[in-house]
C-alpha cells in the first residue's frame, strides 16, 4: 500500500474542483493532492452530449488564472450579439490544459485520476485505483474537499426512472447526431436545459417544429443571457441588476414580482398562457427563446411513468405513440438538489453555490477565502459564506437573488475580497470598473443602490408570505 502526505485532499476533478485548487494555489504556497474517478478533469463535461456548449459566456467560466475562449462577441448564429460559448470538446481540452499547466505546473498539485476515494478511518484517508487495484493512504495535514457532494447527473451516464417497453426508441439526448433515418416524429422528454438544447438542436437542423412533441412536466422560468454579459456589454448586465432589484423592491406579492421581472425582460416563459412554476436557472438567448416558443405539441401531464409501443403513461393521464417515433430522454436531472451545509466544518472543505448557478466564480471565490483567510475560523469564513440551495420552484428565484445580493454585499466590504472580485474573470460583472465612465453603468449603479436596502427587506416579506 503506498502513502503520501498533503495539505489538501480535493476529492473530485470537476469544474467546482478545478476552479477550487487553481484560486487557492494562486494564493498560498500549499500542496494540493486531486483524486478524480476519472481519466481526464473536466467532471460530468466528460460524459456531454456532443452539441452541448456553455448556457454562459466563456469569458466568465473555467478557473481564474486561465481565459477560457477568445472573448469575443458572436457575429452569427441564435447567440448573435452576445459573447462566445464553448462548446464541450472545448471545455474539455480546456481543463486538461489547467490541470497539466496551471496546477501541475506549479510544482504544488499531483492528479490521481481513475481512482475512487474509499474514505477516512484512524486519522487517515485512501483512495483506489480502477486499473490496478492498488490503494494509497494519504496523510491530510490541513483539510479535506469534498468537490462531489453537489454532484451532476447527465443523459450518458443516467438510468431513467420510468420502464421501457420492447420496441420502443428511446435514445439519450447524445445519440440525436447518430440519427441516420427520419423517423416519424421525435418526442423529447424534460424540461430542463438538456431538453431545451434537444429541441433547439432539432430546429436548428431543420426538423418541422410539429414533429416535435416536448414532454415539460413543469414551466420554467428562463432567465436572458443579455443579463450576463461582461467586458464591452457589461452595461447591459449591471442594468439588468438594477432592474431586478427595482422589481424586488416594488413587488406587492410574488405573482407582482414574476409579472414585473417578466415585462423588464429579466424573466421569460415558454408559453405565455401558461405560468411557470419551476426555476433551475437556465439561460437562454432571445433568439433560442423565440425559436423555442415554435414547438406548440406540449405535454403537461406529470412526468413520465412508463412508454409502451402505443402510449406514454405519464403521472395524470397518457398520450399515444407509435414505433416511428424516437424519444429522446433528457431527464437526468443535472445538479442534484443537496441541502446546504456548512463550506467550512472542522477540517472539510464543501464547495457549494454562493450566488446562483456559477458553479466555477462560487468554488474559485471559497478557495479565495481558504487562501486568503487561512488564520481566521470556521465561523468567520462560514458567514462571509453561506451556501444557497440549488433552486427548483419558481419562489426559489427569490431566495437565490436575495442571498447572492446579499454576499457581495458583505464581501465587498472586505478590502481583500473586493480587491480580488474586481480583477476575477469568473465574476459576472467583469468589467465594470473600466466602464464606470459609461452613462448606461452609472445610472444603473444609483439605481442599484437606491433599491438594494428595500429590495432586500422586500424580499425577506414575499418569501415569508408565500410559504403560510
Sequence with gaps: MAEIETEYLVIGAGASGMAFTDALVAD??????????????????NDAYPF?????PSATYGVNSRPLGTETIDAAGP????????????????FRRVLDEQLVGSGQVRFFGQCDYVG?????????????GGTTTVRVRRKIVDATYVETSVPATHTPEFTVGEGVKLIPV???VHVTEPPSGFTVLGAGKTGMDACSFLLDNNVDPDKIRWVRPRDAWLMNRSSFQPLDL???????????????????????????????????????????????GAIVSPAEHQSLKQIERVVRRGRVRRIETGRIVLDEGEVPTDRGTVHVDCTAYGLRATPPRPIFDDGRITPQSLMGGFTTFNAALIGFVEAARDTDTDTDKNRLCPPTAYPSKSIDWI???????????????????????????????????????????????GSWLEHMEPALANAERLQTAAVR
Design 28 to 45: 498560498a504556497d500549499v500542496d494540493v493532492v486531486i483524486v478524480d474517478r476519472r481519466h481526464n478533469p473536466g467532471g460530468h463535461w
Design 52 to 56: 452541448v456548449r456553455l448556457h454562459q
Design 79 to 94: 447567440n448573435a450579439g452576445f459573447y462566445e460559448r464553448a462548446t464541450g470538446v472545448e471545455i474539455c481540452d480546456y
Design 120 to 132: 477516512h478511518h484512524a486519522g487517515e484517508h485512501s483512495f483506489r485505483s480502477r486499473l490496478t
Design 174 to 176: 447524445g445519440e440525436l
Design 234 to 280: 457589461v452595461a447591459s448586465t449591471v442594468e439588468s441588476l438594477s432592474l431586478v432589484l427595482q422589481s424586488l423592491a416594488d413587488a406587492e406579492n410574488v405573482d407582482d414580482l414574476f409579472r414585473r421581472l417578466e415585462a423588464c425582460g429579466q424573466l421569460l416563459r415558454l408559453d405565455p398562457a401558461v405560468e411557470p412554476t419551476m426555476f433551475r
Design 399 to 445: 431566495s437565490v437573488f436575495e442571498r447572492g445580493f446579499r454576499v457581495i454585499t458583505q464581501m465587498l466590504e472586505e478590502p481583500d475580497l473586493a480587491a480580488w472580485l474586481a480583477t476575477c474573470r469568473l465574476n459576472t460583472t467583469r468589467g465594470m470598473n473600466e466602464h464606470l465612465g459609461d452613462p448606461r453603468v452609472q445610472a444603473a449603479l
